[in-house]
């Protein structure tokens, strides 16, 4: 690419309407490093013995790390409903549809499964806490464990299927990045 064309694609590249705003740049990566924390938290838990320390450590990564995806996804939605979403990129509409669907569906389960996990918590008869710092999260029902059993099947379930969502989204997003050669990828990284 010569100087003058380089330059006249550069608005294109960076022209806000066709790239996320910073915030939700920043939103979007800092949920998914919470997720990941989340996801290794309990993949960690389940090598070390019931009741040992790094056993109940890893189980309050996993469930603080979940709790603040939470508080980032209320705002996340919000300024998304918001400020919108740039146009998708040139391409097939049905792709471009199925991508807007998996974005919802992503933002359900970012609410939903940080909520369900809450719910097993509390409907278990525990307080989500860290007493050290004083601190304590109200419950959300009081003890039920029908609600419990319930809560916590649908909680680990979602949890075992988004392993698959989240990956045919990162697929996606690398496939639109070395395959299409499209700025989806580059315009959720600046
Ligand atoms: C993005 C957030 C979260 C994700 C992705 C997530 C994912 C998971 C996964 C994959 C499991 C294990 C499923 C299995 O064993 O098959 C699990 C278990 C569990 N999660 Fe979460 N979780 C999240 C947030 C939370 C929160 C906020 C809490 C509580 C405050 C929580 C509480 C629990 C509990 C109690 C279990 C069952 C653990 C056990 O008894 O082995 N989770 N979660
Ligand atoms: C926990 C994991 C993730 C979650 C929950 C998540 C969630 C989301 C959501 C809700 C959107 C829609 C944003 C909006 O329109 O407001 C989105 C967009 C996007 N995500 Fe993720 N994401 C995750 C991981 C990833 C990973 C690992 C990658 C890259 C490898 C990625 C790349 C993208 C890209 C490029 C977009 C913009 C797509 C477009 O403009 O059409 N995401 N993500």
Redesign the pocket.
């Known amino acids: 690419m010569d100087r003058i064309t380089e330059i006249q694609a550069l608005p294109e590249v960076l022209s806000p309407s066709r790239r996320?705003d910073r915030l939700?740049v920043w939103l979007?990566?800092a949920?998914?490093l919470?997720?990941?924390l989340a996801y290794a938290a309990i993949e960690l838990k389940g090598n070390f013995a019931k009741g040992t320390p790094p056993r109940n450590l890893a189980m309050l990564v996993h469930e603080w790390a979940g709790l603040v995806?939470l508080g980032l996804a209320v705002p996340?939605l919000l300024?998304?409903l918001v400020r919108?979403?740039?146009m998708?990129?040139p391409g097939w509409r049905l792709m471009?549809l199925a991508?807007?669907a998996?974005?919802?569906?992503?933002?359900l389960?970012?609410l939903a499964q940080p909520l369900l996990g809450l719910l097993t918590i509390n409907a278990g008869g525990h307080l989500l806490a860290l007493p050290q710092l004083g601190i304590e999260i109200p419950a959300l029902v009081g003890p039920d464990p029908a609600l419990k059993d319930t809560v916590k099947e649908i909680h680990e379930t979602l949890g075992t299927a988004?392993y698959l969502v989240?990956g045919l989204?990162?697929?996606?997003?690398?496939f639109?990045?070395y395959m299409l050669g499209d700025n989806?990828?580059?315009?959720?990284?600046r």
């Open positions: 996320y939700a979007h990566w949920v998914f919470l997720v990941a995806v996340r300024w998304r919108g979403a740039p998708p990129e471009q991508g807007s998996m974005h919802w569906v992503l933002y389960f970012i988004f989240i989204h990162a697929m996606a997003a690398l639109h990045h989806t990828l580059r315009r959720m990284l």
